[in-house]
């Protein structure tokens, strides 16, 4: 069977913008799916230690998993979930892939310029965890990797780096599909971006310090409610959807589609060329509280004791499975 691999990082709490955008429809993706390919779904941990190491890092896992299960996603005999760390198989390919990967092509990925940008030094893991990357799909041999579109750059590099190891000892690793068949296997024209409330030109992020920029899930409903009604529209008194333009009221619109699953046409027909803005952000207030009240409700229902479990189910079939992957690699360089 076919392969799609995806992780999510558990640093820290997940905002309304990493839901709508990424965890959801990963999710609705798993379950089209899971028939008849697997879906690896797991916790990147050796990539989160880049950024934090806070000693909640366990606990964060477990409830990034919990997030998965609160969002819909069908458990059956297709569907692995396990943690980077306990498959030391991505460590140990992820150094034999850096014997093969060169200085130029690292230096030149734009997610280490972004992060190391003004600062005098930063760790190695910042510069090299696209290799990493590279290491956990090329184990599973996963054609599919659903991610944003930052990180189309380290799909390409991994395709380079199994074609290179590929053309020196023949086909050992599956190379994923290129970024325009992955867009395409998402369903998606382009990413769903959710901005800022107060800033609505910048994206959602649970970084910015300004509370009332993003809706976080772990929000009460009435107090997301008011992030809503205090988000920043515009002075042009007549509702557009206009991202350039418009960038508040367009990502009310998005933000309301998405919560209620009505298609953005709908949305938009409906509020398209009134002039109440207040009006519209009640509605959207109340869908966001409604979505958030339910998503917290499943959220609560699941223990630890059942992620652990499936945790332990996953790591038994991921070890065996990059083990397997590993060892014929190995094999190629004379190691074993």
Same mark, same amino acid.
């Given at each position: 069977?076919?392969?799609?691999?995806?992780?999510i990082r558990a640093n820290s709490e997940l905002t309304l913008g990493n839901y709508l955008g990424a965890l959801l429809p990963m999710v609705r993706l798993a379950?089209?799916? *899971? !028939?008849?390919?697997?879906? =690896?779904?797991? $916790?990147?941990?050796?990539?989160?230690?880049?950024?934090?190491?806070?000693?909640?890092?366990?606990?964060?896992?477990?409830?990034?998993?919990?997030?998965?299960? #609160?969002?819909?996603?069908?458990?059956?005999?297709?569907?692995?979930?396990?943690?980077?760390?306990?498959?030391? #198989?991505?460590?140990?390919?992820?150094?034999?892939?850096?014997?093969?990967?060169?200085?130029?092509?690292?230096?030149?990925?734009?997610?280490?310029?972004?992060?190391?940008?003004?600062?005098?030094?930063?760790?190695?893991?910042?510069?090299?965890?696209?290799?990493?990357?590279?290491?956990?799909?090329?184990?599973?041999?996963?054609?599919?990797?659903?991610?944003?579109?930052?990180?189309?750059?380290?799909?390409?590099?991994?395709?380079?780096?199994?074609?290179?190891? =590929?053309?020196?000892?023949?086909?050992?690793?599956?190379?994923?599909?290129?970024?325009?068949?992955?867009?395409?296997?998402?369903?998606?024209?382009?990413?769903?971006?959710?901005?800022?409330?107060?800033?609505?030109?910048? !994206?959602?992020?649970?970084?910015?310090?300004? &509370?009332?920029?993003?809706?976080?899930?772990?929000d009460a409903p009435e107090k997301a409610a008011k992030k809503i009604m205090s988000a920043t529209t515009d002075s042009l008194g007549k509702v557009k959807f206009?991202?350039?333009?418009?960038?508040?009221?367009?990502?009310?619109?998005?933000?309301?589609?998405?919560?209620?699953? $009505?298609? @953005?046409?709908?949305?938009?027909? !409906?509020? *398209?060329?009134?002039?109440?803005?207040? &009006? @519209? !952000?009640?509605?959207?207030? *109340?869908?966001?509280?409604?979505?958030?009240?339910?998503?917290?409700?499943?959220?609560?229902?699941?223990?630890?004791?059942?992620?652990?479990?499936?945790?332990?189910?996953?790591?038994?079939?991921?070890?065996?499975?990059?083990?397997?992957?590993?060892?014929?690699?190995?094999?190629?360089?004379?190691?074993?």
């Open positions: 069977m076919k392969t799609i691999l995806t992780g379950n089209k799916h *899971s !028939k008849e390919m697997n879906v =690896n779904i797991f $916790v990147p941990d050796l990539h989160s230690i880049i950024s934090d190491v806070d000693g909640n890092l366990h606990a964060n896992t477990i409830r990034s998993l919990k997030y998965y299960l #609160a969002s819909g996603l069908e458990l059956n005999r297709n569907v692995h979930i396990y943690r980077q760390s306990h498959v030391p #198989a991505h460590s140990e390919l992820c150094w034999i892939l850096n014997c093969i990967a060169t200085m130029g092509e690292m230096g030149r990925m734009t997610q280490y310029k972004e992060k190391s940008e003004g600062k005098a030094s930063c760790n190695v893991g910042i510069f090299d965890y696209p290799v990493l990357m590279a290491a956990d799909i090329l184990l599973y041999s996963a054609q599919y990797i659903p991610l944003g579109e930052d990180q189309f750059q380290h799909i390409e590099l991994t395709r380079n780096l199994a074609m290179r190891f =590929n053309n020196r000892f023949g086909e050992i690793f599956v190379v994923p599909e290129n970024t325009a068949e992955q867009v395409k296997f998402m369903e998606v024209d382009q990413g769903i971006r959710i901005r800022d409330l107060l800033n609505p030109e910048k !994206k959602m992020s649970k970084s910015t310090k300004a &509370e009332n920029s993003k809706i976080m899930l772990d206009d991202m350039w333009g418009q960038p508040g009221i367009s990502n009310l619109l998005v933000i309301e589609s998405l919560v209620t699953d $009505v298609p @953005l046409d709908d949305v938009v027909a !409906k509020w *398209s060329g009134d002039t109440r803005y207040g &009006e @519209l !952000k009640k509605q959207v207030a *109340s869908s966001v509280s409604t979505m958030l009240a339910e998503f917290q409700e499943r959220l609560a229902a699941i223990s630890d004791e059942q992620v652990l479990t499936l945790l332990e189910e996953g790591e038994e079939y991921a070890n065996k499975i990059a083990n397997a992957k590993l060892l014929e690699v190995q094999k190629a360089f004379g190691l074993r």
